[in-house]
């Protein structure tokens, strides 16, 4: 299938590939998308676009897509099945494409309760392996989701996340399967404190041999301080954050916590990049975009593929 993805020809050409992240604005503010962006210019092969992130309304996903495609930075367009039914998915699909975003990201999303509308109904119309099923017939048998054909099919490379820590950890690995058997193209991983633990879920996916079939994003997200490193710990759900990291951030003055996290970001994609079936990284700098240059080119990732 051909693809006009810049992320899957980076992929494609056995280098690894690196993500970031644009949380988009909580109002009308377009170039606070383009400044976000512009920080990340030539140090990512592409940036994902959050769509209402912990279920706050921000700038819908697909728009700040838009705005990004036209300053030429490729986005990752992510879709949660919280807030749509089928139609309005399978509508936003083919509107994003249309306008060239040609990367996406299938998600469920958190639930409402974890942002400021715990009024709001939750739709779940599909699921996240649903909506990649979904995406993917669109693309290669040119079908909607009730059958009827489709003019000119959005030829989206297919995108889903997963979470090795989340419990029970010994369903992991078959929780991944589900979205490979669904045709997903490559995952971004919650982001990764616990190196043994992922490495022990890396050994089960390459076990089964699905790295061989899926691309895996490793995801690394910088602490700024011990206070988040104490607040990812505790009060994050499905996050493993090991007490040595904690103590680690703790140990540093508090001017020098920031540094401290940034090399224990490089440290761990040093360590990653030994890990087989590790296809590149997925760097979530929480509203810190301007230390992602810093970490990638610490990290020896530079300079990016030119496709």
């Known amino acids: 299938m051909k693809t006009e993805s ?3 020809k980076v992929l494609a050409s056995g280098a690894l590939a690196v993500t970031s992240e644009c949380g988009p604005p909580r109002g009308v503010v377009p170039d606070k998308v383009k400044e976000k962006a512009e920080l990340l210019r030539g140090y990512v092969d592409a940036v994902n676009v959050t769509d209402n992130q912990t279920a706050m309304v921000r700038m819908s996903s697909w728009a700040a897509s838009i705005l990004l495609k036209q300053i030429g930075i490729d986005p990752v367009f ?9 139609l309005a998915m399978q509508a936003d699909i083919i509107g994003a494409y249309s ?16 942002g400021d509308h715990p009024m709001a109904a939750n739709v779940y119309d599909l699921d ?7 995406v993917v017939k669109m693309r290669d048998e040119g079908k909607f989701q009730g059958g009827k054909d489709i003019d000119h099919p959005p030829k989206m490379f297919v995108g889903a996340a997963a979470n090795p820590f989340a419990d029970p950890f010994e369903l992991r690995v078959m929780r991944l399967a589900k979205k490979v058997r669904a ?3 490559f995952i971004q991983t919650q982001c990764i404190y616990n190196l043994d633990k992922f490495a022990r879920w890396m050994d089960g996916v390459c076990e089964r041999g699905l790295h061989e079939k899926v691309h895996i994003l490793a995801g690394i ?4 301080s011990a206070g988040m490193a104490r607040y990812m710990k505790n009060r994050v759900p499905g996050m ?7 103590k680690r951030m703790e140990g540093v003055p508090k001017e020098k916590q920031p540094e401290e996290g940034i090399k224990i970001a490089v440290e761990s994609i040093e360590r990653l990049k030994e890990m087989e079936g590790v296809h590149g ?3 979530m700098a929480i509203e810190w975009e301007e230390k992602v240059p810093e970490i990638v080119e610490k990290a020896g990732l530079l300079p990016r593929p030119e496709i």
């Open 281 to 283: 990284f997925h760097i």
């Open 221 to 224: 997200t910088p602490m700024k």
């Open 240 to 246: 493993d954050v090991p007490d040595d990291i904690v």
């Open 99 to 114: 306008h060239g975003v040609n990367t996406m990201l299938c998600l469920s999303g958190d639930h409402p309760h974890f």
């Open 128 to 134: 996240s392996v649903q909506l990649i099923q979904a």
């Open 183 to 185: 045709g997903v193209d």
């Open 78 to 86: 992510q879709m949660v099945t919280r807030d749509r039914n089928r």
């Open 6 to 8: 810049r992320l899957e």
